[in-house]
């Protein structure tokens, strides 16, 4: 059983920072892409950011030159580093992996969300 687990959401003023984690666990092989995707209110999942197993990267144009994906894949984890929060970034974050758990082939999975409010 694969899990993913996400820390690091909040309540954080505009203009400021947050630094979200995302830990993969459980029994596979290698974990492939993984993302960031964030929901708001009355709103569909986006993709925020994407990250390679090798380290290439994609923004959503809204987040570009603010947020930075990253990933440590000997811990099995990733980051999202969000900086010059503004209020529109108030959301529901959620990472997504793609990891393979069985013999040539590969699953999608969620964490469980968390929430980031960015209000003064």
């Known amino acids: 059983q694969v899990q993913l687990v996400e820390s690091g959401g909040g309540l954080v003023q505009p203009g400021g920072s947050l630094r979200l984690s995302c830990a993969v666990s459980g029994s596979f092989s290698s974990i492939n892409a993984m993302a960031w995707y964030r929901q708001a209110p009355g709103k569909q999942r986006e993709l925020v950011a994407l990250i390679s197993r090798d380290g290439r990267t994609h923004y959503a144009n809204s987040v570009k030159g603010r947020f930075t994906i990253s990933r440590d894949n000997a811990k099995n984890t990733e980051y999202l580093q969000m900086n010059s929060l503004k209020p529109e970034d108030t959301a529901v974050y959620y990472c997504?992996?793609?990891?393979?758990?069985?013999?040539?082939?590969?699953?999608?999975?969620w964490g469980q969300g968390t929430q980031v409010t960015v209000s003064s």
């Open positions: 997504n992996a793609d990891v393979s758990d069985y013999p040539g082939g590969s699953r999608d999975y």
